[in-house]
């Protein structure tokens, strides 16, 4: 085989490995799409919504587990949100070139890929253990904590997108800094910023681990935050890993409200971000 | 003129008092980022200081793991954290590599978004969702056909077949590493494919011009170009991979046995907290469990720190 054809046949076997990788990554998307559509639409029905966990051999729902995740990730969200972006502001307009600043998001980025369980064992140490109880506030906290480095980084990434010639207009205006971030910068990443929000709300609505030692989980229905409280990924962890075939239908159907949620809330992400012109 | 210098020298206080107290505000928000790095080690130290105290080094280097001795050692969730790890980058990393260079180099340019979409729709979805997929999809059928099949031919090789001896249960280190290897993959593609995307044009034009083929061009223009970025990008899947909790907790199988065939049960730091934390009765096992935890945090704040670096390096890099 001469050198010209030993080229071409090398490069067609890359070219062939690269497809196959690219259609392996995919088939796995669909395969973990297809079971759970196929075993989640299975068993879902009404009653999902509105019944609390049952105990086994018995039919219920999953509404107690709904609710609290609901009441969790709003309370991460309320909290995680102004944290972040003002966090994300300050990288973003007070440290250019700052040493201080380029720690700030060294650490920042730390954050945001540690193990979510390690963050489930701080929020075990510094309210579950001083309160002497599992509670909704600790599983609250733990998703705010797991939430802010998203906000953070989508934050400052999208208020850096933002010309500097609008900030030097307003400036030239007689504005005070804060208020030139208040009403022209926010102002006009407003949609990056909300996208954000969107992705780190998708982000803690499937968090598990973090949950395990802080909300831990209730069988029944509660409404009170200083207890613990039932949340749909851990219902789904304890009732996938029992024996029990109806805990485990139950379990297919959270799992696909929860993943249905998330790709929703991404696809609107994205969407979003493509409607206001932040994507490339 | 003297009246309108003197509303402006009256007015910029007030501005100035509002700039000090934003900037106060958003400094001490940033503070609060460090904060809770800086609690999450002192809680971690504070927690797992009886244990460190009772066991001294040793504990990494111990395989024991026994509640009713109160005998606690790390090596087993060590081994299998760092053993699941390897295999999901062993399967991980090509792969990733291989969707990277379809998107940029090879892809027609109307597929290149939703083919991207897609990868990162893979890295949303939840672990829990791919434990679940694990344990009553992906365990059986490993259970069924990959098992014995690797069973009959690499477990016959002498020595090297240890790695792949007993019986077909489905539930065990390999299936895990597999289980990392699916989820860690969109993080590396994704981190390939923007740092494959940072070459300029000019240079993979010039070699394209003089007759490269694509395969030539990826390994001799643009992967000595982005070495750094890819290395880092696999570090950062490195660090998801041993980090990560549910998906493995489902399928590991929670031995604390180190076993050498990886198709029987393991488990890792972070399966064993989810498993026995809540469960864990006195103070020593306790305190174990979050040993173990500090564990998993030094190692993947080595890795990602690393991680960040390269890609700190490959950012200024492109920058000039």
Request: net charge neutral; with cysteine.
């Given at each position: 085989m001469d050198l010209y054809a030993r080229r071409r046949m090398s490069n067609y076997v890359v070219v062939g490995l690269s497809l196959a990788a690219t259609a392996f990554g995919l088939l796995f998307l669909v395969f973990v799409l297809g079971t759970l559509l196929v075993n989640g639409i299975g068993a879902l029905n009404l009653t999902l919504f509105t019944q609390a966990?049952?105990?086994?051999g018995s039919s219920g729902g999953?509404?107690?587990a709904i609710c609290g995740s609901l009441a969790m990730t709003a309370i991460a969200t309320l909290v995680g949100t102004p944290t972040g972006i003002l966090a994300g502001t300050f990288l973003a307009e007070y440290a250019h070139n700052s040493r201080f600043g380029e720690f700030v998001r060294f650490i920042n980025d730390i954050l945001l890929s540690a193990p979510s369980i390690i963050v489930g064992l701080f929020v075990y140490s510094i309210v579950v253990v001083p309160m002497g109880h599992f509670s909704a506030w600790a599983g609250s906290i733990a998703l705010a904590i797991i939430m802010i480095p998203v906000i953070v980084r989508t934050t400052e990434d999208m208020l850096s997108l933002v010309p500097s010639a609008l900030r030097e207009a307003a400036a030239a205006l007689g504005a005070p800094k804060w208020k030139i971030i208040v009403t022209i910068t926010y102002r006009s990443a407003v949609q990056g910023m909300l996208t954000g929000v969107l992705l780190a709300v998708a982000r803690i609505s499937g968090e598990t681990a973090p949950l395990l030692f802080t909300a831990l989980n209730n069988q029944f229905w509660s409404t009170n935050l200083n207890a613990p409280m039932a949340n749909l990924p851990v219902?789904?962890?304890?009732?996938?890993?029992?024996?029990?075939?109806?805990?485990?239908?139950?379990?297919?159907a959270g799992a696909l409200l929860i993943t249905v949620t998330i790709l929703l809330l991404n696809i609107s992400a994205r969407l979003f971000a493509s409607w206001s012109g932040l994507e490339k | 003129m003297v009246a309108i210098t003197d509303t402006a020298r009256r007015r910029r206080p007030a501005g100035g008092g509002g700039d000090a107290v934003f900037h106060g505000l958003t400094v001490a928000f940033a503070v609060l980022v460090l904060v809770i790095l800086g609690g999450v080690i002192?809680?971690?130290?504070?927690?797992?200081w009886p244990a460190l105290q009772k066991f001294g080094v040793g504990f990494v280097f111990n395989g024991a793991w026994n509640p009713v001795t109160e005998n606690f050692g790390a090596l087993a969730p060590i081994y299998g954290t760092l053993v699941t790890s390897l295999i999901a980058m062993l399967i991980g990393i090509p792969v990733a590599f291989?969707?990277?260079?379809?998107?940029?180099?090879?892809?027609?340019?109307?597929l290149k978004r939703p083919l991207g979409t897609m990868i990162e729709l893979l890295a949303a979805i939840p672990s829990i969702i791919y434990g679940i997929w694990g344990l009553f999809v992906l365990a059986p059928f490993i259970q069924q056909y990959v098992e014995p099949a690797l069973i009959g031919t690499l477990?016959?090789?002498?020595?090297?077949?240890?790695?792949f001896a007993g019986p077909p249960l489905g539930i065990g280190v390999l299936t895990?590493?597999?289980?990392l290897a699916i989820m860690v993959l969109p993080f590396i593609a994704s981190v390939m494919r923007d740092v494959f995307e940072t070459v300029p044009p000019m240079l993979k034009e010039s070699a394209y011009g003089i007759g490269a083929t694509t395969t030539e061009v990826v390994w001799r223009v643009v992967l000595p170009f982005t070495r750094i970025g890819v290395v880092g990008g696999i570090l950062l899947g490195l660090g998801r991979a041993l980090g990560e909790t549910m998906a493995v907790t489902f399928v590991i199988g929670n031995s604390h046995h180190i076993n050498l065939s990886i198709l029987q049960p393991g488990t890792t730091i972070s399966a064993a907290l989810a498993n026995e934390f809540t469960e864990a009765v006195g103070d020593l096992y306790q305190s174990s469990l979050i040993a173990l935890g500090f564990?998993?945090?030094l190692i993947t704040f080595v890795v990602l720190a690393a991680a960040k670096l390269m890609l700190i390096r490959l950012q200024k890099g492109a920058g000039t």
């Open positions: 966990t049952p105990p086994p999953l509404i107690n219902v789904i962890f304890q009732f996938a890993m029992s024996p029990y075939s109806d805990w485990q239908a139950l379990a297919w | 002192v809680s971690l130290v504070y927690g797992a291989g969707v990277a260079l379809f998107i940029t180099e090879l892809c027609p340019k109307w477990g016959k090789i002498p020595g090297f077949g240890l790695l895990a590493g597999f289980i564990i998993l945090f």
